[in-house]
RNA sequence: GGCCCCAUCGACUAGUGGCCUAGGUCGUAGCCCUCUCAAGGCUAAAACACGAGUUCGAAUCUCGUUGGGGCUACCA
């Protein structure tokens, strides 16, 4: 069969909440050993907790993966030709093969539910791709606190199938050649082998992730702070940087040359799927850093072309209440050119460029009154000299505000900062008279003018 | 409790017996640059959990200890 040796990924959540960070950590594995080895992408959803499911967290969850870039060959959406994604619509052939099992006598009914015979003396070690050889016996399968043998559930009393046991129908008739799941799956993998050798099917491979863990080496939860991806999103991180950060839990690029020098860890996802390899997968659980996710961003918002940076931005500015409007696209993205590498995130750079979109935000944080009545005299002299340069370039600026402080024997220091207050309200801002540029002369004196410094 | 997994700087990791007086990245500290803050450049501190063994030689192999994590649901 051509197919044998295509691969076959997928993604399997539980529509019972937002695509988690530990989910789209997942998907983005499988994502990437599918891209990398032109294999296909499959999302299945996972619905047969009735109670917890819901189709807006569906339909929130594919958002999720859709923001981050992890698009999917065949889904409940899109459909293919092993359908329905959808457990819940998959009913018949859970019973179907439950059914074969019981007329073979390796499963029984108990009440409404039905329950697989698990056998002792079984020897049910796997070979994972990342974890290497995994030992177990079928005889560890016990009830808690006793030696008691438990079967597996496989159909529920409402007629549902248990995760152990649909996980394993779907991923052989959906023909999955790679199981790439979280690593808390490890000890149920021994359980679906038992199923697979019931029904007569061929395990496909397994390869396990390691878990990701937050500060205090906890499993990940809200405790954490930002747990959803959409979090991420709202606090201004781009897709491109909450993939590039997820990617290197768990792996890292080959290192390159005979040097022994790490690979670049700032990549797109194109490059990642280039270089993926299962097999350099690590198995110690990691440990989210805020701090390399902000400089990972803030590497990708440095790389942006303009126009995209304005795109990332603009949505906080409006959030912020500024007249976006009243100004030129190209304008404000040159306006976030200037402020290139300051702010980590996209909300930060919104918040730290406000005076560019309006003069408002500078009089509601700056009203003046730490300027001393004696100091102002000077100060005015100082910008009329300013405005009196005929070429109003940073530079021709600069060069004015230089010759005229040293011929005064005063330092920049003290008339830049004034005007850095002025304009922006703020005692940080790029070069300022790049700043006075961009803004315009007449923006410029309108500040001034409002301080009594024109 | 039982079973399974894991263990390199604060964090992410490179490393598969000699190339390791352990490399990179984030973060931290210092210096340079400088109208501020970033950015950028340079430098520094910072790790093989512990104990046995195997070996001429161990971060790398084996065993044990300790410490984490996961599973042990008619949740997924």
Known sequence: MADKDIVRVRFAPSPTGALHIGGGHTALFNWLWARHTGGKFILRIEDTDLVRSTKEYEQTIMDGMTWLGLDWDEGPDKGGDYGPYRQSERLDLYRKYARQLMDEGKAY?????????????????????????????????KERD?????????????????????????????????????EDHISNTPKQILLYRALGWDVPVF??????????????????????VYEYRDMGYMPDSVFNFLALLGWSPQSRGESGQAGDEIFTRDEAARLFELSRVTRKPAVLDPDKMNFINQEHLKRLDPMTRL?????????????VRNHEDAWLAEA???????????????????????????KARWDGSDISED??????????????????????????ARAWTEERGVKMKDYAMPLRFVLTGMKVSPGIFEVAVHLGRDEVKRRLEHYGLA
């Open 336 to 362: 976030l050119t200037l402020m290139a590498g300051r702010g980590r995130t996209a909300r930060e750079m919104a918040e730290f460029s406000d005076y560019f979109v309006a003069f408002e935000p500078v």
């Open 146 to 182: 006793s030696d008691k043998l438990k079967d597996i559930v496989i159909i529920k009393s409402d007629g549902m199938p248990t995760y152990n046991y649909a996980v394993v129908v779907d991923d052989h008739l959906m023909a999955i050649s790679h199981v790439i799941r979280g």
């Open 311 to 323: 795109a990332m931005v603009r949505p906080f500015w409006e959030e912020m209440g500024l007249p």
């Open 207 to 228: 390869a396990h992730l390691p878990m990701i863990l937050g500060k205090d080496k906890k499993k990940l939860s809200k405790r954490h702070g930002a747990t959803s």
């Open 375 to 400: 100091r102002k005299p000077g100060l005015r002299e100082f910008f009329a000299a300013l405005f009196n340069v005929p070429e109003w370039t940073p530079d021709a600026l600069e060069a004015c």
């Open 109 to 141: 009914r108990d009440g409404e539910a039905v329950l697989f015979k698990v056998e002792p003396g079984q020897d049910v070690s796997f070979d994972d791709k990342v974890y290497g050889r995994v030992e177990v016996m079928s005889d560890a399968l």
